[in-house]
């Protein structure tokens, strides 16, 4: 049946030899592709407003690309970082957004499941693979102030919201006069801290005001080498089961080659630090040269004794290249740094 898919070779097999001969070589493709039902693709997403916009994206993506050919929906879990409230130093940040939404996907109750990908362990269920990362956003760290100023513009002793150590030890490591009030809650919750005055200045992810839609707050964007992102900051990790390879093909597109290469060595380079360690630990990777470039940084949560290397290299060694970082890091000091 030359020129007939294999998802119409069975139907076709129950027309008489002659017919089919005749009729449907040239027709059957057309014909039985519109009796095929979609594929069901279920998104697990938690429930806030940035989670669910990025989940959107996805979605829509999935829907523009395939058409007719997927139906996609979205299901709502809460994750124990959404319930508890306590600090992300108490409560440790790795894994509490991820763990409830992982556990949905093993059980087979959703296909799909979009992460913030900073947000998700280095180590993963060897039943769960990230099918795709699609392209990044800015990977930059922002101020938001009242006034709209710069760090360098702040007061003496300003007050700067962030719950993240890698963002207090940083910032720190720049303006040891800062104090810092440890804050947690949606975008909005935290845009309301500096305009009720509970702070000078909060500290965000520019990808998730701009994602929101929200980029005329910002009032200054802070160096990347500077203030160094966390390790997949700005991108999505598109997570699915292992053995869901059909599904898997239909989410695939969405890849994005360069950004998949920058987390892979962000992602190993954390991994080679200890992955879920509550060390201040920051690394940006990105094209350059034809290659890629990897900066890792890792200091004291007062932001002293920075320790800080670079790595150059092929992209296809994006991984190796992390690793390689963390042991430059670790090598030269590093290792004292880092509390499990």
């Known amino acids: 049946m030359s020129g007939v898919s294999p998802v119409d070779a069975p139907l076709l097999s129950f027309c008489p030899g002659p017919f089919r001969r005749r009729f449907l070589p040239q027709q059957a493709t057309r014909i039985f592709d519109t009796m095929q039902p979609p594929i069901p693709i279920v998104i697990g997403t938690r429930g806030s407003q940035l989670a669910t916009t990025q ?66 362990p280095t180590e993963m269920d060897d039943d769960l693979v990230l099918a795709a990362i699609p392209p990044r956003e800015d990977v930059r760290d922002v101020l938001v102030t009242r006034d709209g100023g710069a760090l360098e513009e702040l007061p003496e002793g300003a007050r700067i919201g962030t719950g993240s150590a890698r963002r207090q030890a940083q910032l720190a490591n720049q303006r040891p006069d800062l104090h810092f009030v440890d804050i947690r809650g949606n975008v909005g919750t935290r845009l309301r801290k500096v305009y009720d005055g509970d702070a000078d200045a909060v500290v965000l992810a520019a990808a998730g005001l701009r994602r929101l839609g929200l980029h005329d707050r910002i009032s200054h964007y802070l160096d990347p080498l500077t203030v160094l992102p966390a390790p997949g900051q700005g991108a999505l990790g598109l997570q699915m089961r292992a053995d869901a390879t059909e599904k898997q093909t239909y989410v695939a597109i969405l890849d994005d080659q360069a950004t998949h290469a920058s987390v892979t060595a962000e992602r190993a380079f954390l991994a080679s630090l200890g992955g879920g360690c509550r060390s201040p630990i920051g690394a940006w990777a990105r094209p350059e040269d034809e290659g890629l470039r990897v900066d890792g940084i890792v200091l004291r949560p007062d932001g002293t004794d920075p320790c800080r290397a670079t790595r150059t290299g092929a992209t296809e060694d994006a991984s190796l290249l992390g690793t390689q970082l963390g042991d430059d890091i670790k090598a030269s000091g590093g290792a004292a740094l880092l509390v499990d």
């Open 55 to 120: 989940t959107g994206m996805v979605r829509d993506a999935l829907q523009q690309h395939w058409g007719d050919a997927v139906e996609v929906s979205l299901e709502i879990i809460t994750t124990q970082g959404d319930i508890d409230r306590q600090s992300l130093s108490q409560i440790g940040g790795q894994g509490i957004f991820t763990r409830q939404i992982e556990r949905s996907l093993l059980r087979g109750s959703i296909d799909l499941a979009v992460h913030s990908l900073k947000d998700l």
